[in-house]
């Protein structure tokens, strides 16, 4: 299973990214995804997903917007009015049942910078 994220950069404040990611390999049955991110110095915290309901964080509601497109396995988030404190490293994961085991299966990519400069 292979998890490919692009879209980070450098924005200043105010500005717009949008973030990608694709899951390919058709091990596991993808039930949840969704964009995590870690500031230097804090912990990993849950942006927005989709799952059996989608989720914001309260500190991007109304200004980031997440899709996902099951048939592709793939999830976007489209990040509007950024603000310095949005800089960190954002991280994609998808989880679900291994298909021939049941077993349940989380992987991640190895992460993009979003710098946002005031």
């Known amino acids: 299973v292979q998890v490919v994220e692009s879209g980070g950069g450098l924005v200043q404040a105010g500005g717009s990214l949008r973030l990608s990611c694709a899951v390919s390999?058709?091990?596991?049955?993808?039930?949840?995804m969704g964009w995590y991110r870690q500031a230097p110095g804090k912990q990993r915290d849950l942006v927005a997903s989709?799952?059996?309901?989608?989720y914001y964080a309260d500190s991007v509601k109304g200004r980031f917007t997440v899709s996902r497109d099951n048939a592709k396995n793939t999830i976007d988030l489209e990040m509007n009015s950024l603000k310095p404190e949005d800089t960190a490293v954002y991280y994609c994961?998808?989880?679900?049942?291994?298909?021939?085991?049941?077993?349940?299966?989380?992987?991640w990519g190895q992460g993009t910078l979003v710098t946002v400069s005031s």
């Open positions: 390999g058709s091990t596991f049955s993808i039930n949840f």
């Open positions: 989709v799952g059996s309901t989608t």
């Open positions: 994961t998808a989880h679900g049942p291994v298909i021939a085991t049941g077993k349940y299966l989380e992987v």
